[in-house]
């Protein structure tokens, strides 16, 4: 019961809200003690490109808010997740508290990972010292905030409920001066005369009590979550802006090795490598996910396949609000060979858990029911493969130019195949950069497969629905298919009649 008092105390003025979720809150153990008994989610052994979670192979797919539910002690986790499930999506992710937005940030509206100062919840305590920068307290980096790690852990114990899987962020460069001025590690904001630093100095290896600041919080949350067998960590959110070093990285990676070396669970860490593509280079062997933000076309999957380790778009979300443009960068990123996709997704704010909130026009991503809906079809199709085989394969357009489509083609060899049918492009000189056509189109496409019986059918990726279902026999060789008309896109999959299934 004490551990459930933490969590009410650490709701601030969310905790109205909560109470018809109370119930649920104080299963919190009994969620935990589930996952204790389980194997932490791992790379797939037969196939490292995807996950093994549960004792099955998985994608993890995800339209996810804006990082803040932990963090954010008004926002209603429970809806937030109950969402998710909902539509069948297995991913968040979450910061963990030296980081956070002011209001205005980035021009997001109803931005749940800025959070009212009173409801500001971190690692650390408020002390009795005023003087921090949003008006309250200063913090005190010597001790922890129990509210803090009940409400974490209860979010994790929900979410494993739900087999969800949670990205734990740890860190996160400072992208301008209001980010720093209001974080409990800038020395203004705390009481232990500690980040008296430049902000694109924060998350390197140059000052020594910051840096034992750092170490002691990576080394309480992976000590406090091992039991869990629903998330992984990532070192840093786009470590490539605000001074963040290379060895720092690797310093926390291998701080989270060794923390977990003397405890019962080890988890996967997560890299994210850089916005759009680029080719990992001398690879931190305690890493096993590389995660790549707006990779769209998703070339870092083929840039990195080789690395036998899960490549992963675990950001995307600034390509203005239509849905189509966020439904088929999944598409394309799980169909080139990715095994993670998390858009950005902000319809969901305090108050519109549930994923309602109506963001306005300056808003730079967007998401919806409907969105979810789509990817949850997207999920649910991915995760019906058989995983343990899948590659990408080579398909190609007879269509001619300039009409012709973008064809991803992924397939368990000799038995299943898919091709992803689609009409977008990225225009550098435009904002938002990706562009989505929306006509009507009637494609032809050439795939070449073994010979046996076959049965083929198209997916309409916005209704789930299949037409033009049929068997046939095929010789071998390249074989023509011919798609119904469709708009933006459509997903052709070829099964081999009376070989194994999923």
Known sequence: MNSCKAVQAGRGNGASRLKTHWKLICLTAAACAIASAATPLALDPANPHYFLFRGKPAALVTSGEHYGSVINADFDYVRYLDELARNHLNLTRIWVGPYREVAGSFKIAGNTLAPQPASFLPPWPRSNVPGAADGGNRFDLAHWNPAYFARLRDFIGQASRRGIVVEVNLF??????????VSPLNAANNIN?????????VLTMKHSGLLTIEDAMVRKIVTELNGFDNLYYEICNEPYFGGVTPEWQRHVGGLIRATEQSLANRHLISQNISNGSK???????????????????????????????VIGNNETGFDGQADATYRIQGWDFLAAGGGLYNNLDYSFAVGHEDG???????????????????????STFFNSLDLVDLQPVDARAKSPEPNAPTLRAIAAAGRDYVVYVYHARID???KPKYIVDSTVHCDKLLLDFPPGNYEQYWLNTR??????????????GERTFESPAYSEDVVLRIRRIGSRQP
């Open 172 to 181: 996160c460069p400072y992208y301008e001066e209001a980010m720093w001025k």
């Open 193 to 201: 005369g500690v980040g008296n630093v430049p902000r694109t100095e």
């Open 279 to 309: 080719r990992v280079e001398q690879p931190d062997p305690n890493v096993s996910i590389f995660n790549f933000h707006y990779s769209r076309p998703p070339e870092s999957v083929a840039m990195n396949y080789g690395l036998q380790r």
């Open 356 to 378: 309602s909130f109506h963001y306005d026009a300056a808003t730079p991503g967007g998401g919806s029911s409907a969105l979810r809906k789509q990817l949850g079809i997207l």
């Open 428 to 430: 550098p000189k435009a």
């Open 463 to 476: 209704k789930g629905a299949t037409e033009g279902k049929k068997r046939f026999h095929h010789s071998g």
